[in-house]
T-cell receptor, first 114, second 109 residues
Framework: ETGVTQTPRHLVMGMTNKKSLKCEQH?????MYWYKQSAKKPLELMFV???????ENNSVPSRFSPECPNSSHLFLHLHTLQPEDSALYLC?????????????FGNGTRLTVT | EDQVTQSPEALRLQEGESSSLNCSYT??????LFWYRQDPGKGPEFLFT???AGEEKEKERLKATLTKKESFLHITAPKPEDSATYLC??????????FGEGTQLTVNP
């Protein structure tokens, strides 16, 4: 496996369910990110982890809970979501942060909340 | 507030018909401007970073340029495989990127 891998690729969940999204990077990077991509809207940064510590939480509702157990893995735990949370959730990684470290994205999890 | 606007929203070209995509921005302190390509069902793929006005970078049929107010992505003699959504993003502080909404490019054979 190379690059950034996200599972599952598609997820349908009810508003009362609890589910988790998984991201794994094989690039040796030390920073990982969650982004939300909704139709006709720009990518929105949700969370940033650097060296397994959360360094940014971009005013995301508490029904989204990230976890970074090590520098290669990132999770997004979901509970009591709303229909407006339906979107493509993208994981990314980089070596360091800042403009000299372009992001490498996974192919995302398409989430539908019913 | 940092802002980035991409135009046009969608662009249809015939194969071989060169054109440009625009990314206009306002920012208090630009540290870099990024271009990404996103294919349907996939995550964005990094293309270029431009750091200062006057800088240009090329990759195959793509050339990105930067001024103090905007960036252009020039596509020369495009092919159908260049069809994708092209995203630009501002790098300001730390890890934060401000993305535009993208230009959806379709190249017809």
């Amino acid at each position: 496996e190379t690059g950034v891998t996200q599972t599952p690729r598609h997820l349908v969940m009810g508003m009362t369910n609890k589910k988790s999204l998984k991201c794994e990077q094989h690039l040796g990077h030390n920073a990982m990110y969650w982004y939300k991509q909704s139709a006709k809207k720009p990518l929105e940064l949700m969370f940033v982890y650097s060296l397994e510590e959360r360094v940014e939480n971009n005013s995301v509702p508490s029904r989204f809970s990230p976890e970074c157990p090590n520098s290669s893995h990132l999770f997004l735990h979901l509970h009591t979501l709303q229909p407006e949370d339906s979107a493509l959730y993208l994981c990314a990684s980089s070596q360091g942060q800042g403009v000299n470290s372009p992001l490498h994205f996974g192919n995302g999890t398409r989430l539908t909340v019913t | 507030e940092d802002q980035v606007t991409q135009s046009p929203e969608a662009l249809r070209l015939q194969e071989g018909e060169s054109s440009s995509l625009n990314c206009s921005y306002t920012v208090s302190g630009l540290r870099g401007l990024f271009w990404y390509r996103q294919d349907p069902g996939k995550g964005p793929e990094f293309l270029f970073t431009l750091y200062s006005a006057g800088e240009e970078k090329e990759k195959e049929r793509l050339k990105a340029t930067l001024t103090k107010k905007e960036s252009f992505l020039h596509i020369t003699a495009p092919k159908p495989e260049d069809s994708a959504t092209y995203l630009c993003a501002l790098g300001t502080s730390g890890s934060r990127l401000t993305f535009g909404e993208g230009t959806q490019l379709t190249v017809n054979p």
